[in-house]
Protein backbone atom coordinates (compact mmCIF):
# COMPACT_ATOMS: atom_id res chain seq x y z
CA UNK A 1 0.00 0.00 0.00
CA UNK A 2 1.44 3.67 -0.85
CA UNK A 3 2.16 5.75 2.53
CA UNK A 4 3.47 9.03 2.44
CA UNK A 5 6.55 9.83 4.12
CA UNK A 6 6.40 12.71 6.96
CA UNK A 7 9.94 14.17 8.03
CA UNK A 8 11.40 17.03 9.86
CA UNK A 9 9.87 17.00 13.45
CA UNK A 10 12.22 16.80 16.59
CA UNK A 11 12.20 18.79 19.91
CA UNK A 12 11.84 22.47 20.35
CA UNK A 13 10.90 24.80 23.19
CA UNK A 14 8.44 26.90 23.40
CA UNK A 15 8.03 29.75 20.79
CA UNK A 16 10.41 27.78 18.28
CA UNK A 17 9.28 26.82 14.84
CA UNK A 18 9.85 23.61 12.47
CA UNK A 19 8.96 23.07 9.59
CA UNK A 20 7.42 19.48 8.22
CA UNK A 21 7.28 17.79 5.36
CA UNK A 22 5.18 15.10 3.62
CA UNK A 23 6.26 13.54 0.19
CA UNK A 24 3.49 11.54 -1.42
CA UNK A 25 4.02 9.42 -4.76
CA UNK A 26 1.33 8.84 -7.26
CA UNK A 27 -1.52 10.79 -9.50
CA UNK A 28 -3.61 10.57 -5.90
CA UNK A 29 -1.50 13.49 -4.54
CA UNK A 30 -1.89 15.66 -7.81
CA UNK A 31 -5.98 15.71 -8.09
CA UNK A 32 -6.79 15.51 -4.19
CA UNK A 33 -7.20 18.35 -1.29
CA UNK A 34 -4.29 17.07 1.22
CA UNK A 35 -4.25 17.90 5.05
CA UNK A 36 -2.07 17.22 7.84
CA UNK A 37 -3.00 15.43 10.72
CA UNK A 38 -1.82 15.29 14.39
CA UNK A 39 -2.25 12.79 17.26
CA UNK A 40 -1.12 13.47 20.94
CA UNK A 41 -0.89 10.85 23.20
CA UNK A 42 -4.42 9.42 24.69
CA UNK A 43 -6.31 11.47 21.88
CA UNK A 44 -7.90 10.67 18.60
CA UNK A 45 -5.82 12.29 15.54
CA UNK A 46 -7.17 15.19 14.35
CA UNK A 47 -6.85 17.53 10.93
CA UNK A 48 -4.97 20.47 11.73
CA UNK A 49 -4.64 22.08 8.33
CA UNK A 50 -5.53 21.22 4.92
CA UNK A 51 -5.01 22.19 1.57
CA UNK A 52 -6.17 21.85 -2.28
CA UNK A 53 -4.90 20.85 -5.02
CA UNK A 54 -5.44 24.59 -6.09
CA UNK A 55 -3.73 25.92 -3.02
CA UNK A 56 -6.85 26.94 -0.62
CA UNK A 57 -6.30 26.43 2.55
CA UNK A 58 -7.92 25.74 5.88
CA UNK A 59 -7.19 25.15 9.76
CA UNK A 60 -7.84 24.14 12.49
CA UNK A 61 -8.53 26.94 15.54
CA UNK A 62 -6.17 25.76 17.52
CA UNK A 63 -3.14 26.66 14.72
CA UNK A 64 -4.88 29.30 12.90
CA UNK A 65 -1.95 32.29 12.58
CA UNK A 66 1.08 30.21 13.51
CA UNK A 67 1.05 27.05 11.00
CA UNK A 68 0.65 27.24 7.65
CA UNK A 69 0.33 24.78 4.68
CA UNK A 70 1.36 24.78 0.81
CA UNK A 71 2.89 22.04 -1.52
CA UNK A 72 4.65 21.51 -4.18
CA UNK A 73 2.69 19.90 -6.80
CA UNK A 74 5.55 19.44 -9.19
CA UNK A 75 7.85 17.49 -5.99
CA UNK A 76 4.88 15.80 -4.82
CA UNK A 77 5.60 17.32 -1.35
CA UNK A 78 3.71 19.22 1.29
CA UNK A 79 4.98 21.27 4.06
CA UNK A 80 3.63 22.12 7.58
CA UNK A 81 5.88 25.25 9.05
CA UNK A 82 5.26 25.61 12.78
CA UNK A 83 5.51 29.11 14.47
CA UNK A 84 5.04 30.14 17.73
CA UNK A 85 4.79 26.46 18.60
CA UNK A 86 3.33 25.53 22.49
CA UNK A 87 3.72 22.60 24.62
CA UNK A 88 0.05 21.30 23.59
CA UNK A 89 1.45 21.17 19.35
CA UNK A 90 3.48 18.05 21.07
CA UNK A 91 2.22 15.05 19.14
CA UNK A 92 2.65 12.80 16.24
CA UNK A 93 1.96 14.69 12.76
CA UNK A 94 1.02 12.73 9.93
CA UNK A 95 -0.04 13.82 6.20
CA UNK A 96 -2.68 12.51 4.11
CA UNK A 97 -5.30 13.40 1.83
CA UNK A 98 -8.80 14.61 3.28
CA UNK A 99 -10.22 11.59 2.17
CA UNK A 100 -7.56 9.16 3.81
CA UNK A 101 -6.91 7.39 0.52
CA UNK A 102 -3.20 6.48 1.29
CA UNK A 103 -2.29 4.39 3.94
CA UNK A 104 -1.04 5.80 7.24
CA UNK A 105 2.71 6.51 7.18
CA UNK A 106 5.12 6.36 10.23
CA UNK A 107 4.19 9.98 11.06
CA UNK A 108 6.84 12.55 12.44
CA UNK A 109 7.43 13.41 16.35
CA UNK A 110 7.14 17.03 17.71
CA UNK A 111 7.96 17.50 21.13
CA UNK A 112 7.75 21.20 22.22
CA UNK A 113 9.31 21.46 25.53
CA UNK A 114 11.71 23.56 27.80
Known amino acids: QVQPVESGGGLVQPGGSLRLSCAAS????????MGWYRQAPGKQRELVAG???????NYADSVKGRFTISRDNGKNTMYLQMNNLKPEDTAVYYC????????WGQGTQVTVSS
Open 96 to 103: NTVDLRYS
Open 26 to 33: GFIFLVKA
Open 51 to 57: ITNGGIT
